[in-house]
């Protein structure tokens, strides 16, 4: 992953959110702590945070466990032939 500081992002703003929505990559903007550890952001595009939440909804509902199951436990006779 990528970190900038705070300064390198103000200066190059529109560019570095621009190159993070098109290559869907992760930036890490750090930020020190007054207690001395490196606390930060890390910015995402919006395609990769709605494909987190989907799933993570699809998780939670158990929806994605049965669908590993089934891919799991495939079997030829699963299938229609065409």
């Known amino acids: 992953m990528e970190v900038i500081t ?13 190159d993070i929505a098109a290559s869907n ?3 890490e903007v750090t930020l020190n702590s007054q207690i001395g550890t490196n606390d930060g952001v890390v910015m995402i595009s919006k395609r ?7 799933e993570l909804y699809l998780q939670r509902t158990g929806t994605l466990d049965y ?5 799991e436990n495939e079997s030829e006779d699963d ?3 065409t």
């Open 6 to 18: 705070p300064t390198n992002f103000i200066k190059d703003m529109f560019n570095v959110l621009k």
């Open 25 to 27: 990559k992760e930036l």
């Open 48 to 54: 990769e945070w709605q494909a987190i939440q989907e």
């Open 67 to 71: 669908v590993f199951n089934l891919m």
């Open 79 to 81: 299938f229609e032939d």
